[in-house]
């Protein structure tokens, strides 16, 4: 295995797949620092962006963000700030101290969040990228009904990448289902950050509108987020390949 793994870390680092690791980000959804750095230090020869998400931000905090930073990491840190505007402005402004590359909030709270959001970062000195949750990936129409939203995931996310447009965000979270619609009401600089990207086969977990890599690229995402089916898998590595083969696949149809 570790022979056929070196092989493998080898054909990943090389420039065949610049690009298609330039588009993704491992999420360390783990309990500690010492597993996070662990799975950095196992993947990092090929990954260089990593996403922290709730889980390891509650335990570990901007340290262990640091730590990333100073590994010359790219950081996507997936706090989802969620708030009134003056609280979500200051959260930005402190997290903007640190050159983390992306950072996100809730563009379900509103146009004046948003752009009170987007003020902090601009006036920050590390000027992070900024994207708006839409709906999230582990839900379905049929919740949305539930939660009484009153309309389905496709158009509520159009509504909201309008109002992240328009309060100047650089882009918004959505599900690979929703890439067309977002291209619609929003630039082509756009970006377009995707989790639930499953190969086919593979467990879904808690996800509900997922996606394989190759068709999400090709239906216009700029980013993707990798989680469990790398992190979790038996082999990290080979699912990692199995992962990347398919966004070269998908880049190849751009
Ligand atoms: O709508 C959203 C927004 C964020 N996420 C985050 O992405 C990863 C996905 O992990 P998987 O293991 O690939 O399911 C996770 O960190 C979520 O917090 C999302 O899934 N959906």
């Known amino acids: ?23 993704i980000y491992v999420a360390l959804d783990v309990d500690s620092e010492s597993r996070a750095l662990a799975l950095v230090d196992r993947l990092a020869p090929v990954v260089d962006g990593y996403k922290v998400g709730l889980e390891l931000f509650h335990r570990a905090g901007m340290r ?14 997936d706090v989802k700030l ?13 997290i903007a101290q640190y050159p983390v590359e992306m950072v996100n909030v809730h563009a379900s709270g509103g146009l004046k969040m948003l752009a009170a959001a987007r003020e902090a970062v601009d006036g920050s000195p590390h000027r992070p990228l900024l994207v708006g949750v839409t709906v999230l990936t582990s839900l379905t129409d049929a919740d949305l009904e539930s939660m009484g939203v009153g309309t389905t995931a496709s158009a509520w996310v159009r509504r909201l990448a309008q ?11 959505c599900s690979a289902h929703e890439l067309d619609i977002v291209r619609e009401v929003t630039t ?59 966004v070269r696949e998908g880049l190849s149809h751009e």
């Open 163 to 173: 109002m992240a447009q328009q309060t100047g965000l650089d882009g918004v979270v």
């Open 64 to 77: 262990l963000v640091e730590s990333l930073l100073k590994l010359n990491l790219r950081v996507f840190l």
């Open 188 to 246: 082509p600089a756009f970006e377009r950050v995707v989790p639930g990207i499953r190969l086919a086969g593979d467990a879904a977990h808690d996800q509900a509108r997922v996606m394989p890599p190759d068709e999400a690229i090709r239906r216009g995402a700029t980013r993707l987020v990798l989680g469990r089916a790398v992190t979790e898998a038996d082999d990290p590595v080979g699912s990692l390949a199995r992962y990347l083969r398919s």
């Open 82 to 94: 969620h708030d009134i505007p003056n609280t979500v402005a200051g959260a930005l402004r402190a």
């Open 1 to 23: 295995m570790a022979k056929v793994n070196e092989q493998l870390m080898q054909e990943l680092a090389s420039p065949a797949y610049d690009e298609a690791r330039r588009r």
